[in-house]
T-cell receptor
Framework: QKEVEQNSGPLSVPEGAIASLNCTYS??????FFWYRQYSGKSPELIMS????GDKEDGRFTAQLNKASQYVSLLIRDSQPSDSATYLC????????????FGPGTRLSVLP | SAVISQKPSRDICQRGTSLTIQCQVD?????MFWYRQQPGQSLTLIAT?????????ESGFVIDKFPISRPNLTFSTLTVSNMSPEDSSIYLC?????????????????FGPGTRLTVL
């Protein structure tokens, strides 16, 4: 059974701080890792994907992957109230018709 | 990324009836998926909609309850049959996009807006 774990939160950070979201996964064959943001009542929106060990930066977002530790994280710098949402970690194995396994999500609240 | 639409956006249905949800994409895609998101929960994959063949269902989901059609590369339907209140959920379709000329092709998934179903 492939599992993806996240702290459910809520994680509260003050505006301007760094928010750190963590995700662990059980399947060592996983090769693709994604972070989605989901606002209440909306569908998930892809914000980051990462495939290789190390850091990947996109604007205020940095994804970090450590395959040896089976760990992927998302850092949000200069957090804004508009970043308040649930963040879903998804993990997949690259093959034909790969299926994603989603974590339970972490609810982030950025306080003004 | 592809533009994905779903119809209906929401519906309230009676127990024992069926509802068909449509998913339309503005470009041809190979892989389409159907997910369920129950209140306060994460996403659970129901099935992969294959063009020209039967859908591939995940454990716990069966064709009689969730028949799926995929007549072409831009359209799919999911039917929720013989509904009960436990089927109240958001149903989401997603498509897989391959992008980039990099070492691997990234199989990112993009979601439609979802269908909020309430069963009384």
């Amino acid at each position: 059974q492939k599992e993806v774990e996240q702290n459910s939160g809520p994680l509260s950070v003050p505006e301007g701080a760094i928010a750190s979201l963590n995700c662990t996964y059980s399947d060592r064959g996983s090769q693709s890792f994604f972070w989605y943001r989901q606002y209440s009542g909306k569908s998930p929106e892809l914000i980051m994907s990462i495939y290789s060990n190390g850091d990947k930066e996109d604007g205020r977002f940095t994804a970090q992957l450590n395959k040896a530790s089976q760990y992927v994280s998302l850092l949000i710098r200069d957090s804004q109230p508009s970043d308040s949402a649930t963040y879903l970690c998804a993990v997949a194995t690259i093959n034909y018709g790969q299926n994603f396994v989603f974590g339970p999500g972490t609810r982030l609240s950025v306080l003004p | 990324s592809a533009v994905i639409s779903q119809k209906p956006s929401r519906d309230i249905c009676q127990r024992g009836t069926s509802l068909t949800i449509q998913c339309q994409v503005d470009s041809q895609v190979t892989m389409m998926f159907w997910y369920r998101q129950q209140p306060g929960q994460s996403l659970t994959l129901i099935a992969t909609a294959n063009q020209g063949s039967e859908a591939t269902y995940e454990s716990g989901f069966v064709i009689d309850k969730f028949p799926i059609s995929r007549p072409n590369l831009t359209f799919s339907t999911l039917t929720v049959s013989n509904m009960s209140p436990e089927d109240s959920s958001i149903y989401l379709c997603s498509v897989e996009g391959a992008s980039g000329a990099r070492r691997y092709v990234s199989y990112e998934q993009f979601f439609g807006p979802g269908t909020r179903l309430t069963v009384l």
